[in-house]
């Protein structure tokens, strides 16, 4: 029997047990670090191909029902996925409340995730993606602040338009194909129609707004900033996968045919959009959980870039870029977290805290280093492999605009270095700084991302390997002249 | 400056609009897998079979989304918050004058009452109808799901905290509960049965899973499964509507979780 949709269930049952489970701490506490094992070994149990919901398989010539599908490079994604997911939830109970809500909306969050990644249905794909825009909002007032509701309430607003708008889209595409299975679709849409292409165009708006891409980043931006911050890691995780879960549909659907051109240049300008946006941004910030945040709407630019370029190795670039990513960013959330036990996040009232806490300190440097690009890093894999993606298809300007980019990226993350860790304070700051402790649990999540960026960083095989056979099955090379 | 950006918004707006009206105008509408859902006989309501058959999976979802939605007015009012000094602030405000209270507004006169109660029990009794009937009849959970808590909304709305008809927040906690849990178990026991995620049995062993008629296609699950989100849908409507109402409880929660931030 194949357990595939184990993935997506065990989650979403533990979420309602742990909904029920309000006020008893104890219990929230235990069951929390034992779903947060089960779930690294959820990946491994699925087996690799199509899965039918219900058994409604082929009838008639057409995939009657809802599939599934499974191959390498999806494994990779969501056992990275369940990686963070779980380093979260366990980070998340060194709180001194035991939050079962922020437990039960993370397992939904990775639930839905996990099913936007493997659907192979355009309508099922919609619905997860609903889902997943309330859990983020639902995580965000979590924290409770004035600000906290506002942003959420910008974000649900964006989303009511979004989400709708890509509802139409599906509906353009079901009207004119006949069916919503995305193996099937691809048959129908061969010929120029314009109704395809408004589906096709009203898709590419849900695709911004799910992953931060601009017109949407500034939401996005709220989103992440107001959290707290381990919280802003998993919410950072899940739009960075739905955004490789949305470009592997666009591209399995319309990658090759002769109409798509025009939308493939629109996607790789709100690529670059994202990317020059987020950094230019992140450059004028006084608050370290924003800085960080409109890095992650950077970096969502070049995963974009990357899948958009639509190559085999742009594909693959891509994806482990987006791989990369969600560990060093996850690691750098952690730190401003463990960061704001001890005083805010505000840059300029923080300082001197490379004394206190050395080895966070090397630990944080290591995360900026991966994100900066620098070698033996894995940031430093990925983005060779994106410029040399974008270099194949004669496109220098893209892989002139990363590096660019990139020694923003790494200005920003070294004078927020400074005014975090090097910066000389007085002899009070240093007293308060020691009457508060560390979370230890988050340190130890910090010490495991920042190993994986390291191990990635020398091996990037371990992964990529397990990338490449999905990637030429979507990818067409092409070359400008 | 202001009158610039109007401009900008119209004319996209513009754009936006008669490009999506260019490719409605086009529409040549295939038939496509619908012809499979018509042909393949599974109940006799077709768009239950469809719900609960073919795409029983998204009903899950779109099911859970309703549950999320529940569960963040629930964080929105002040469970598990990590800070609540804003929302105590907020509930603490001295009222302000077009607050409505229910000392302002007064009671209903007995006119509205005498017909709120019998209506609301009658929409009961059509709900509980139409979630049962689901599989043979127009209807299903959702309809009647939706029935049950407007019948509850009503008489809240012409009786108060009086109302004869009343159901404790707790109690509608686990029944949300019970009814997604229903609906993802039974998936999981098709799993053992089928092989498949929400395979529709008609039996186990020789047990019928649903009696039926002898001339009448035996429903299997799909009752079961209606059953459970009409539970789901009745907890969850009511749930909001009970969180706009009451404000007591929820000053009582933020109590509770100040105990619990300070020890």
Redesign the interface.
Known sequence: ???L?MII?FP??MA??M??L??K?NIVKYLTFLIAIILIILPFIGQYGY??????GV??G?????AYYYNPLKQVVLVVLAIIASLVLITGMG???K????V??SL?GFASVA?MVLADDL??FY??F??IS??Q??LL??????EA?KSGLRYMIMGNIAASLML?GIA?L????????IT?MKN?ILSD???I???L??LVVGLAYGSGLPPFHNVKVDLYARS?GFISAILQTYSKFILVGFMLIILKLFNGLSYFSGTHAVLLALGVLAMVFGVVMALLQSDYKKLLSYHAISQAGYVATGLALGTPLGIVAGIFHAINHVIYKSALFLGAYIVSHKKGSDLHKLGGLLPIMPSVAFMVLCAKLAISGVPPFNGFQSKWMLAQAAMQVNMPEIAIIMIIVSIGTFVSMMKAFYLIYLKPVDEETIKEYQSRGVPKLAVFSLFILTSLCIILGIYPEIVTKYLFSYANELGVSYCLK | MNSKRDLVAGISFFVFGA??L????????????????L??YIIPNYVCSVIF??????TL??C??L???V??S???FG?????????KELFKAPESDDYITLHGWGEYTPIIKFLAFPASVFMVALGIVTILGGHITPGGGFQGGALIASALILSVVAFGSKSPLWFDHKYL??LE?IG??TY??L??V???I???????FTSVGNLPIFPAPKEIVTAGIIPYLNIAVGLKVLAGLSTAAFLLSCEKVIIERIEKSEE??NK
Do not use: C, Q
């Open positions: 029997m194949n357990y949709p269930i979403l049952i309602i047990i909904n029920l309000h006020g701490e899965y039918y919901f219900g058994g409604f009838i008639d057409w995939v009657s029902g809802i709180e001194k409340l939050n079962n809500m922020f039960t909306l939904m099913a309508f099922n619905v997860f609903e889902i309330i859990v909002v639902g007032f979590l924290s409770g602040t004035e509701y139409l353009f079901l009207a004119s194909t006949g069916t919503l299975n099937d129908y129609n314009p109704m292409f408004g589906g165009l009203l707290k | 490009s999506i260019y490719s409605l105008s086009n529409m040549h509408v295939n038939p496509g897998v619908n012809l499979v859902y042909t393949h058959g073919w795409r029983a999976y998204d979802g779109e859970l989304v549950v999320v939605a569960m963040v629930w964080i929105i469970k598990s918050l990590y800070d609540n000094t804003y929302l906690e686990k509960a997604a849990l993802l178990l998936g999981v098709g799993m053992f089928g092989g498949y995620y929400l395979f529709i619990i931030l």
